[in-house]
C-alpha cells in the first residue's frame, strides 16, 4: 500500500518532489528504490480514487470540477474578440494531469528530440531518448526496436467498431494518407488508430502506473491536499521546503535535492516566489532576488487547436446515441461490474499526423477524433450526435510568456500564449483547415456526415479563414518551455534539469522541454522523468538507440 502522511513523518528527507504529475510520481518510484533514502511526493490536490478518474470514458468530468483541476485561463490574446483567454485546465490530483488528460498516447517525431540535441543538449538526441521512452512502457504488440514490452506504463490499440471512425480511416486513404500500424514506431506520419494508456480498463495514469502497480517503499511519503509556498536558500543550496495545509503552514529540510514537477504554469510561479527569475518583476512584488534568471517564465509554447464540428446524418452512427440517461448507467454498470464497453475508451479512437505546407518532410497538423459532438468546456459537459475533428498545429513557433503579480502563493499566475504570433504557425493554421476540408469531402463520407457546423466549409481566402481560427481558437492543453533547459541567456536549467546557480534545485516537467514536440505531451514527461531520475541516483544513462529505418 502506498503510504499516505497527514504530516511529513521526518523533518528533512533526502528529495524533496513538488507535484505528483506525469514526471513526479515517475521520479517518486525511481528515487525510492534507492531503500536509504528517504522520498517526499507532494501534491496540492487530493486522491485520484475516483470513479470518473478511472473509467476512460469519463475523462470530461474531472475537467470541469474545481475539485481536480486548477481551471486555469490564460490572459486575452491581442486578435481576441471574447475577454476571457484560452480555458487551460490543469490537473490537481495525484498524478496530475495523467489523471485528467484525454490518454492519447504519443511519443513524438525522432526529429523532435534530434532538434533538441542541435541545440546544444547532446544528450536529448532520439538515440538518447529512445530506450526511456521504452523502459517506460508496456505494448505488447510494438516492434522492440522502438517499442517497451516491460515498462510501467500500460499502452494499448483501440478498437475501431463505429462507423464514422471507420470511414474517417477510409477517407483518410482517399485523400492520400496511409494507414500507420505504429505512430509510436519507425514513422509517424499518416492516418492511425489510437493508442492509449488503460490497463484493464482503468485509466492507466502515472500515478496508477509508478505508484499504486509498484512494490510499496517505505521509504516513500505521499502528502496530498498540501501547496507548496515558496523554497528557502542558503547561498546556492535550497535548504527547506515552506508549505501549507488546510491552513497550517509548516516546512521540511532538504538532505539532497528539492525537485519542482509541479507544470509548465506552476513550476516557474514556484521559483518565482522563491526568488529566482526575472529581477525587474520579482523588485515590483517584493519578493527577495535568490538569482536572476530572465527565462523563468518565458519560452511558454503550446500546440494551438481548432475543433471542426459535423451533425451525423444517422445519429445512430455517434457515440452519442449510446450517451443518454440509460445508456449512461449501462456504460457504467458495464464499466463497475466487467471493465467492459464504452467504459473503457477515452473516445479518441483515430487520428492522423499530417504533412501539409508544401516543403514539409515532417507532420505538421496532429488531428484527433471522436465520434460525437461534445463540449468539454469549463461551465460542463454538452454532448450531441455528430463528429469532432480536433486539428492542432505541431511545433508553433509561436512564444509567450508566463509572470506573477502577486507575492500571495494563493494567486494563480498570469499567462499569454501568444498563439498565432508566426508566419508560420499561421500558415500551418490555414493549411490544416483546407486538408480537413479536403479530407471531409472524400467519399468515404457520403450519406454519414453534415457539412462543417462552424461555417469554415464556406470560408474562400486566407484572410476570411484567418479570421475563422482568430475566432474558434483554443488550446490542445501541452503548456511547456517556461523553465526550458539549454546552455543560452534564456535557459533556466542545465540538460539534467538542475536549476542555474543552484547546487541542489531541479525542475523535471513539462517547463524544461526547450521545443514542443510533435504530439501529446503525456509520454514526453514520462520520458523526462525516467531519463533524468537516472542522473539524480547517479546511475549510468542507457546506452543510446539508433534504429536504421527513417522515423519521418
Known sequence: MLKFVKRPSRTVYDYIIIGSGSAGSTLAARLATDSLKRVLLVEAGPSDRNIFIQMPAGLGIPLVQERYNWKLFAEKEDFAVSEAGVYMPRGRVLGGSSSVNGMNW???NRADYD??????????SYAHCLPYFKRSERYE??????RGHSGPTKVVKTEVTNPLFQSFLKASGEYGLDLNPDHNAARQAGAHETQRNVAGGLRHSSSQAYLYDQPP????????ETRCTNIEFSGSDAVRIHFSR????FHVDVAGEAILSAGAIHSPQLLMLSGIGNADMLTQQGIAMQQHLPGVGENLHDHPAWCFDYAATNPRDSLASSLGRFGRLKLGAEWLLRKRGLGISNHFEVGAFMCLLDDGTLPDVQLECIAMRGDFSHKGIKIDPGYQCFASVQRPTSRGRLWINSADPSAAPKFRFNYLSTDYDRAVAIAAVRG???LFQQPAWD??????LSGCDELDSDREIMQWLYTHIESNY?????????IDDKAVTDGEGRVHGFNNLRVVDASIIPSIPTGNLNAVVIMLAEKIADNILGLPPLAPEHPTIDAS
Do not use: F, Q
Not at 533538441?116 to 536529448?124: A, R, T, V
Not at 488546510?246 to 503552514?249: M, P, S
Not at 450519406?447 to 462543417?452: F, T, V, Y
Open 478 to 486: 501541452h503548456p511547456c518551455g517556461t523553465c526550458c533547459m539549454g
Open 447 to 452: 450519406g454519414r456526415l453534415s457539412r462543417e
Open 436 to 438: 480537413n476540408r479536403e
Open 115 to 124: 532538434r533538441w540535441s542541435d541545440s546544444g543538449l547532446c544528450n536529448w
Open 106 to 108: 504519443v511519443r513524438g
Open 141 to 146: 504488440y510494438g516492434d522492440p526496436v522502438y
Open 246 to 249: 488546510r491552513g497550517e503552514a
Open 217 to 224: 517503499r517505505a521509504n516513500l511519503d505521499i502528502l496530498l
